[in-house]
Each structure stands twice: as structure tokens, then as C-alpha cells.
């Protein structure tokens, strides 16, 4: 069993930044591929960025690339996403969660957070 609890949302205006965290219980955290997620009001659950165990691989949507970075320290059992240049439409519920394998599918991620909420003002 794995815990994770993200942290860092807020409102904020457009073009600014935020950095979401997620902590993760567990002693095996470097093994396993970590991906960011989010929900946008009244839609499905999204993927945005994902990164192997020990960080060298990583992967970002379209629609966030250049703008968010996803990465981790494995000896503080954290991931990170760096979101800069924030837009409306990055307005969402955003889960951090453990994957079984480098991908952007969600059916292929377990171990969910609680989420944390990112509102992005106009």
C-alpha cells in the first residue's frame, strides 16, 4: 500500500506559477513511475505529465509542455510539478499517483492522492 498526499494548489492569476507536491509513504518510492493528473470541472480525469523512477525519463501533455515540469526526489519520497505560465483553463483537481508503467494512461495508474485544487483566475 502506498499513500500519497499532494499539496501546493491555490488561486492564482493567469500567467503566474505554482508548485504542486506529493508526498509518498513507502520504502520502494524511487521504483515506480509517478504521473501527474488533473480534473477539470465537469470533465474526466486527465493526464498531463508523468516521470520514471529514477527521473531521467519524462513526459508532458501538449498542452503543458514548455509551460509545467514534473520531477522528483527520491530521498525526500516527493514528486513535484512546476507549473508556470498558468492559464485558465489549467483550472482543476490535481492527483499525483503511482504508476505500473511509463504512460500517460490512467487506467494504468493506482494509488491515488486526495488531490489538490488549482484555480486559475482570468
Known amino acids: 500500500q502506498v499513500r500519497l498526499v499532494e499539496s501546493g494548489g491555490g488561486l492564482v492569476q493567469a500567467g503566474g506559477s505554482l508548485t504542486l507536491s506529493c508526498a509518498a509513504s513507502?520504502?520502494?518510492?524511487?521504483?515506480?513511475?509517478m504521473g501527474w493528473f488533473r480534473q477539470p470541472p465537469g470533465k474526466e480525469r486527465e493526464f498531463v505529465a508523468t516521470?520514471?523512477?529514477?527521473?531521467?525519463?519524462?513526459y508532458h501533455v501538449d498542452s503543458v509542455k514548455g509551460r509545467f515540469t514534473i520531477s522528483r526526489d527520491n530521498a525526500k519520497n516527493k514528486v513535484y510539478l512546476q507549473m508556470n505560465s498558468l492559464k485558465p483553463e489549467d483550472t482543476a483537481v490535481y492527483y499525483c499517483?503511482?504508476?505500473?508503467?511509463?504512460?500517460?494512461?490512467?487506467?494504468?495508474?493506482?494509488?491515488w492522492g486526495q488531490g489538490t485544487q488549482v484555480t486559475v483566475s482570468s
Open positions: 513507502g520504502r520502494t518510492f524511487s521504483m515506480h513511475v
Open positions: 516521470i520514471s523512477g529514477s527521473g531521467a525519463n519524462t
Open positions: 499517483g503511482v504508476g505500473g508503467k511509463f504512460t500517460s494512461k490512467t487506467t494504468d495508474y493506482y494509488y
